[in-house]
């Protein structure tokens, strides 16, 4: 009976192959390559089974892999394996394929060969004068450049919540700045070193001399142990592989230079911005009195005292902003983000239309914990000045009022308010920058439920509003907000109609029996940003 997997056979065919070669040219791993194989072919023709093979292939391939190992001629080995491959097969009737064949001879030899490989690619990493270099005159490859002149990356970021860093790269000669992650392009970040290189250095090429690695590297570069060899041989610490495939190399350098970045805070524009509100608060009077305030003006808040909030008119926001680099928009995520902003308006909105004030007024409502306590808080502000943007002297008196959200009550009067008509102050607040027009409808209906609600509030004189004057009140506020009727979705009779169907739906509309409309919930708890 054969015993497939004892190596006994093979080595004493190495063996013998030396003995009778000593006096010929034919160097020894070859006669021992050849010794073997033969060897195998013989004893394949008592193969039965797959098994067999595997144990036969075994055993000759532990005998090849010391022939290897000794000689340092894998390469040589395998190939000798595959071309003798289809002879082995017919030996065992064809029960065995080739590849088979083939793989399970030479996996102990692909070891050794690895093995081997390695250590003579460890010693081209570890050779201080071997260096892979662009093959032209005053020129450099980008990888050469960046791992030789490069000083520090530096990362220039605000202290804005929202902030979007500068990325300064420091070379000897010259200091790249990248915003807008323009550095994660490889073609871009190429380009800008490139030209911005000095006559101090050569040429930055965007050839990458790493790539000349492969040519060392004889395992295929899909490998695992290829890849890692390739990190190793290529310019920078092996986190850098330039120019390893043609997918994400670019990907592992840049994040690893990254990594490696010096941080540099600067003060953020909403951070001046916040600077600015908050002086503004400091120095403001504080009325619990709505009413008061928009009739004050400039350099007055409310004071929410139910809420505990501090409701900061929309004019001393965007004098707070508008001297800095950033916008309303921008500003108004940053107190969202910093938790400043009332924990009762979702998302990042700020603000609230109050439409029970004359004229009807946009507040930002703050958290008072979060801002600086102004620099006095009363009942009410007397009314003596001339309205927003006064300058004349301003009493103040210790009233025992309680109404904290001002303005007069259903049915206080007859007369309808003028409501955003005259005075600059409208239900909306400037709709987003350059907006699509999916954007402006957004907008619109996240307003639009307060101007609806403000319309009944205002026209109810104690039975309810008529439906049409509604519509037609809705109607004047859409055509007078500020976007152009051509940009709108709907024609503005047609919007204001949906939005009170809609409200009507969400049981804060509803008709009483004399088919006049009653609001069942007050705008000033609407109309937020």
């Known amino acids: 009976m054969v015993n497939f997997g ?6 004493e065919a190495a063996e013998n192959a030396v003995d009778d070669e000593e006096d010929t040219a034919v160097p020894a791993h070859m006669a021992q390559t050849d010794a073997v194989v033969e060897t195998l072919q013989d004893r394949a023709g008592h193969v039965e089974r797959s098994i ?18 000794d000689t340092e001629e894998p390469g040589w080995i395998i190939d000798y394996v595959d071309t ?20 399970t001879v030479t996996t102990p030899v692909r070891e050794v060969q690895r093995e081997i490989e390695a250590q003579e690619l460890q010693e081209l990493a570890e050779n201080p004068d071997y260096k892979y270099t662009v093959d032209e005159d005053d ?9 030789q002149y490069l000083v520090k990356v530096e990362r220039a970021e605000t202290t804005d919540y929202d902030s979007d860093p500068t990325y300064r790269f420091v070379f000897e000669d010259v200091t790249v700045e990248f915003e807008d992650d323009d550095h994660r392009h490889y073609a871009k970040f190429q380009e800008t070193v490139s030209s911005a290189s ?23 570069i899909e490998t695992n142990f290829a890849q890692e060899r390739y990190a190793e041989l290529s310019h920078g610490p092996e986190t850098r592989p330039w120019g390893l495939d043609e997918v994400d190399w ?8 990254e990594a490696e970045a010096e941080l540099d805070p600067v003060q953020g524009p909403n951070t001046d911005a916040l600077e600015a509100l908050e002086r503004k608060i400091r120095e403001s009077d504080a009325a619990r009195d709505l009413q008061s305030v928009v009739d004050a003006g400039e350099w007055a808040v409310h004071y929410n005292e139910e809420k505990d909030e501090i409701w900061v008119p929309n004019d001393m926001i965007d004098a707070a902003w508008e001297d800095y680099a950033t916008s309303r928009q921008s500003f108004r995520k940053e107190l969202s983000h910093r938790g400043i902003t009332s924990d009762e308006i979702s998302g990042d909105k700020a603000s609230e239309a109050v439409m029970t004030t004359t004229p009807p007024q946009r507040f930002w409502r703050l958290k008072a914990s979060e801002v600086p306590e102004p620099d006095r808080i009363v009942d009410e502000i007397e009314r003596g000045s001339s309205g927003f943007g006064a300058t004349a002297e301003m009493g103040y008196a210790e009233s025992a009022a309680t109404a904290t959200d ?32 999916d954007e402006i409808t957004e907008w619109f209906w996240s307003e639009m439920e307060h101007a609806v609600l403000a319309a009944i509030w205002d ?15 809705v109607t004047d506020v859409i055509t007078e907000s500020p976007v152009k009727v051509d940009r709108l979705p709907d024609p503005p009779a047609d919007m204001a109609g949906e939005a009170i169907d809609e409200l009507k739906l969400d049981g804060k509309v509803y008709e009483s029996a004399s088919g006049k409309l009653k609001a069942t919930e007050s705008p000033s708890n609407g109309g937020d940003e």
């Open 459 to 473: 026209l109810d004189t104690g039975d309810g509003a008529d439906p049409t004057a509604v519509t037609d009140r």
């Open 198 to 220: 000095s006559n101090d250095t050569p040429r930055v090429l965007k050839e990458i001399a790493s790539r000349q690695a492969l040519e060392d590297i004889q395992s295929s």
């Open 139 to 147: 020129a450099i490859g980008i990888d050469e450049y960046v791992e």
């Open 6 to 11: 004892d190596e006994q056979p093979f080595r």
């Open 52 to 69: 067999h093979m595997m144990q036969l292939g075994g055993a000759a391939g532990a005998v090849l892999a010391d022939i290897a190992e």
């Open 84 to 103: 003798n491959a289809r002879k082995i097969s017919q030996a065992t009737g064809n029960l065995i394929k080739d590849d088979q064949i083939v793989s």
């Open 406 to 437: 001002g303005g007069q009550e259903p049915g206080d009067s007859n007369e309808p308010s003028e409501t955003g008509s005259e005075d600059d102050s409208t239900p909306f607040d400037d709709p987003p920058f350059d907006p699509s027009k």
């Open 250 to 257: 670019w990907d592992k350098v840049i994040t690893s230079l």
